[in-house]
């Protein structure tokens, strides 16, 4: 996905013994004018790192990462990891995940949910909302595109989420919530693996707050991950301080925080291309007065570079 919609050189190593694989760590290499060199597990992903059966495997596999990314000549290396592995490396704080358990029985996961929330899910429900399984990507990057353009932030070109969907077929869902009129309120691409759901990306129109739009469509969703019998429930990754994680803390999920470690070669200190940075204040207001359509076209030439 990232050499095919992105166009970055991608790199995918894996260790073994005697054909048998034991490990493997997926890169893309991200080299830009704005925002430096730098080879990534994985860019414009939450998580990364090193998938293996055993020690010896993961030990590999970074070893290989490190010379590979000095004979690139990056400026860094960064491992996008739930668990600390290299006390000795720099490591990127900002981001949290929410994971939670989903509970076999409906009510039972609607009674977890805490009660101003929950008061929330029910006002969305008694105003009529309908959610329904789009086929296609246009009312979801239309209120996702909105959503990013209000937050003063570029937005990822619709053929990535188009290419997605293509990619993992039934393992990648879009779930629309409208009114009962039926005008589209909130949206959200989710993935499937194993027992898990990820919803990941998300947008929403700006009436969307006021009708519990958002809070119906992720009720929405996480009921029918228990009619399909999943068991968790990856509310995803959001930054410290934030409305989102605000959002989710009410919803009764607990952070967990995440590892991002960097080796750094040719710079003295973790980047900071991320909206809390105060340079790009000016930046990010500008863009929010910006023509949407004008965003939207050049939004990809600059989210390409960010990873």
């Known amino acids: 996905m990232i050499r095919q919609v992105f166009g970055h050189a991608t790199h995918f190593l894996y260790a073994h013994v005697d054909g048998d694989i034991r490990g493997v760590l997926p890169l893309g290499e991200i080299r830009s004018r704005l925002f430096g060199h730098a080879l990534t597990s994985l ?6 790192g090193v998938a293996a059966t055993d020690e010896a495997a993961r030990e590999a596999l970074e070893s290989h990462a490190q010379s590979l990314a000095q004979s690139l000549g990056v400026e860094h290396l960064e491992l996008r990891q739930l668990d600390r592995r290299h006390p000795e490396w720099p490591v990127q704080d900002l981001y949290v995940t929410f994971r939670k358990s989903i509970l076999p029985k409906e009510e039972d996961n609607m009674l977890a949910i805490p009660r101003k929330q929950r008061a929330m899910v029910r006002k969305g429900i008694k105003l009529g909302l309908q959610a329904s399984v789009d086929t296609g990507v246009d009312r979801f990057f239309n209120l996702y595109a909105d959503n990013v353009h209000r937050h003063g932030t570029p937005a990822m070109p619709r053929r990535y989420f188009q290419a997605l969907l293509d990619t993992f077929g039934s393992d990648c869902e879009i779930l629309t919530v409208c009114s009962a009129e039926g005008r589209p309120l909130s949206s959200v691409m989710s993935f499937y693996f194993r027992d898990e759901v990820l919803p ?3 947008g929403d129109d700006a009436a969307a707050r006021d009708l519990a739009a958002n809070d119906f469509k992720y009720w929405e969703l996480m009921r029918r991950a228990c009619a399909r019998g999943l068991k968790v429930f990856d509310f995803g990754r959001s930054k410290v301080g934030t409305g989102p994680y605000a959002f989710k803390k009410n919803w009764g999920f607990e952070p967990t925080p ?8 040719r710079r003295q200190g973790i980047p900071q291309n991320n909206p809390n940075n105060a340079k790009y204040r000016l930046l990010i207001a500008a863009w929010k007065r910006m023509p949407l359509p004008l965003a939207n076209w050049l939004g990809p030439f600059i989210v390409r570079n960010l990873g």
Not at 43 to 48: D, L, R, S
Not at 258 to 265: N, P, S, V
């Open 43 to 48: 860019p414009f992903a939450v998580y990364g």
């Open 200 to 202: 990941y990306y998300a």
């Open 258 to 265: 995440l590892h991002y470690e960097f080796c750094l070669y």
